[in-house]
């Protein structure tokens, strides 16, 4: 696309302030291996936490999408910030943001926690870590994000997907829950579930007879507080029998937090996008 910075072949970046936030964007796009020689419309999934994790998405599309494969191809957004150009400073700044917008409430000890915990990264300033911007963000993504990739891509407008892990997965059953309508497809590896996201559930249970959602959830055998609540939520999601939710649930045996990232996102873009590869 004019304008746009291009990272590696088929593989854009993309700038976007959002007025919502007062937030500077950056759009890690990655686009289909026959994206130019075709007029087709692609499935988008937009991925979270694109300033650490874009390569993991970006990377295994192309892979499962290897031409001659005949698999389906989709478009990759991955939701950046624009942060300081040192590595270590800029780490600090995204994880402030990442705190910020994606948790649905506001939680002053985990700012503390994260207060002391990035400060070093940013020269021993106070990072002023401030949770509970999700449904600002989750506004932005509807009315600002979502919007400009489908007036400049050839972007599905009925087949959009929902990706994070960690904070991100928590954002992505907290979209779940509040926006259903507008992804299709959704993956939230080993979520940080909140005491509040189960009162999103049972709120969402007593108003609905019917999610119409593909959703894969994740978690590492060894994340056992982790393990314990996906399974938690797992189990209310199940025994609502909603027609139209399509479940898959993986526990990855002998991984952590840390080491259950990549292969989570191996997992469900396999189980969401790409059924038919090995």
């Known amino acids: 696309m004019e304008g746009a910075t291009i990272i590696q072949p088929g593989v854009e970046l993309q700038s976007l302030h959002s007025d919502i936030l007062d937030q500077e964007y950056q ?11 075709s007029d087709t419309k692609f499935p988008v999934l937009f991925c979270l936490d694109a300033n650490r994790a874009f390569p993991l998405y970006s990377t295994m599309s192309l892979i499962y999408e290897t031409p001659g494969t005949k698999a389906d191809e989709i478009i990759v957004v991955g939701i950046g910030y624009k ?18 917008y994606l948790t649905p409430e506001r939680r002053e000890e985990t ?4 207060n002391e915990r990035l400060s070093p990264l940013l020269g021993g300033k106070d990072p002023g ?4 911007g999700a449904s600002s963000f989750l506004k932005s993504l509807r009315e600002e994000i979502i919007p400009y990739i489908e007036a400049n891509y050839r972007a599905s407008t009925t087949d959009r997907g929902l990706a994070g ?6 954002f992505t059953l907290y979209a779940l829950f509040h926006a259903p309508e507008v992804f299709k497809r959704y993956f939230a590896g080993s979520p940080t579930i909140w ?14 007879n019917n999610l119409e959602a593909e959703l894969c959830i994740t978690a590492g055998s060894l994340e056992t507080e982790v393990q314990e609540r996906v399974q938690r939520m797992v189990d209310h999601l199940r025994s609502r029998a909603y027609p139209q939710l399509n479940l898959h649930s993986h526990i990855l045996e002998n ?3 840390a080491s259950a990232y990549a292969a989570s996102v191996s997992r469900a ?8 590869q090995l």
């Open 27 to 37: 759009l890690h796009i990655k686009l289909p291996w026959s994206y130019d020689s």
């Open 83 to 100: 942060v300081d150009s040192d590595r270590i400073r800029g780490l600090g700044e995204w994880a402030v943001l990442r705190t910020r």
């Open 111 to 114: 700012n503390k926690y994260w």
């Open 129 to 132: 870590v401030q949770t509970g």
């Open 165 to 170: 892990y960690s904070y991100g997965g928590l």
């Open 195 to 208: 005491d509040q996201l189960f009162e999103y559930e049972e709120q969402y249970a007593a108003d609905h």
């Open 255 to 257: 991984e952590g937090h």
């Open 269 to 276: 873009l396999k189980v969401l996008y790409y059924k038919s």
